[in-house]
Nanobody, 121 residues
Framework: QVQLVESGGGLVQPGGSLRLSCAAS????????VGWYRQAPGKQRELVAS???????NYADSVKGRFTISRDNAKNTVYLQMNSLKPEDTAVYYC???????????????WGQGTQVTVSS
């Protein structure tokens, strides 16, 4: 079982930037589809961005043009660069990985423990 560990969250002012990292144990990470989910208090979990093993990328409409997902298979790491952050981006961000070309919001595969992102002045 691949283990995922997120890092890079924190407090940032509106308009600021953060880069989240999702580090995986195990070389099979390169054949995982990986996604970043977020969940704000009282709201449903939302898929923010995903990347397939072949590099196909998808974004939620709410973050298009502001967030960028990328992967470095040599480092077993997926990144989420978040720019022009808004207060509504405040949430716990989770990394999820599973075999296949599409990331699933299920218990198949691995979830990270989450990292808090707070956007506030």
């Amino acid at each position: 079982q691949v283990q995922l560990v997120e890092s890079g969250g924190g407090l940032v002012q509106p308009g600021g930037s953060l880069r989240l990292s999702c580090a995986a144990s195990g070389s099979i990470f390169s054949i995982y589809a990986v996604g970043w989910y977020r969940q704000a208090p009282g709201k449903q979990r939302e898929l923010v961005a995903s990347i397939s093993p072949g590099g196909t990328i998808n974004y939620a409409d709410s973050v298009k043009g502001r967030f960028t997902i990328s992967r470095d298979n040599a480092k077993n790491t997926v990144y989420l660069q978040m720019n022009s952050l808004k207060p509504e981006d405040t949430a716990v961000y989770y990394c999820k990985g599973n075999y296949g070309t599409v990331v699933e919001g299920t218990n198949r595969g691995s979830w990270g423990q989450g990292t808090q992102v707070t956007v506030s002045s």
